[in-house]
């Protein structure tokens, strides 16, 4: 029985686990540290960064109302209903006239209110200006009302 005794005292376990020694907090779950050689797959989402909207008040300096319009469900009947929100933008240069489509970017907050500021939008060519006025004329092919009789 001593030999038993004397080879458990000779043997010494080297476990951080014997005395208490390992805190509990590191065994909890693992933690997830990315691959730095690798990059995410996971694209950014930027909602609601850029909105576009009409501006409606410009009588303040360096500040235009721009009244923004989304298209939402209805709560009840599920049907689509404009939903309208206005927003107060910067605008450095007073630029913008009342009617003037907007391009709203966020940015950081300039005052209480204003944490966007007011960018021009290019407006959309449209299809008489391309197409010279003349309606179904996209494949150059005539119509038959210009059609010589």
């Given amino acids: 029985m001593t030999s038993l005794t004397s080879s458990l005292l000779a043997l010494k376990l080297s476990s951080p686990f014997t005395h208490g020694s390992t805190p509990l907090s590191s065994l909890s779950k693992p933690h997830f540290f990315p691959n730095p ?47 309208k929100k206005k927003y107060q933008a910067h605008d450095p240069d007073n630029q913008f006239k009342v009617g003037d489509v907007v391009r709203l970017e966020k940015s950081r907050p300039i005052s209480k209110t204003k ?9 959309r060519a449209t299809r008489k200006a391309e197409g010279g006025g003349e309606a179904g004329n996209d494949l150059g092919i005539p119509l038959e009302s210009q059609l010589p009789a």
């Fill in 115 to 123: 944490s966007f500021v007011a960018l021009p939008v290019l407006a």
């Fill in 37 to 83: 050689k690798r990059p995410a797959l996971v694209p950014v989402i930027r909602a609601l960064k850029t909105m576009q909207g009409r501006v409606v008040c410009a009588t303040n300096d360096k500040t235009v109302a721009v009244e923004v319009v989304r298209l939402a469900p209805h709560p009840k009947y599920k049907r689509r209903v404009r939903k």
